[in-house]
């Protein structure tokens, strides 16, 4: 969905890097946690502005 986001290729490319599955799963928790309010708080501000 963005660029930010933890999809197949950037796995891929994490795995490449030599990064482990237990450090990618720390990595994706706070993503989760920004991602969830960030998709709440853009159609609250995309309903003020239309």
């Known amino acids: 969905m963005t660029v930010l986001g933890f999809n197949?290729?950037?796995t891929g490319y994490v795995y490449t890097l030599?990064?482990?599955d237990s450090?990618?799963?720390i990595l994706?928790?706070?993503s989760a946690l920004t991602g969830l309010p960030g998709t709440m708080l853009f159609s609250r501000f995309r309903g003020t502005m239309a």
Request: glycine share 16%; proline share 8%.
């Open 23 to 25: 450090l990618l799963s």
């Open 28 to 30: 994706r928790a706070p």
């Open 8 to 10: 197949c290729i950037t």
């Open 18 to 20: 030599g990064i482990g």
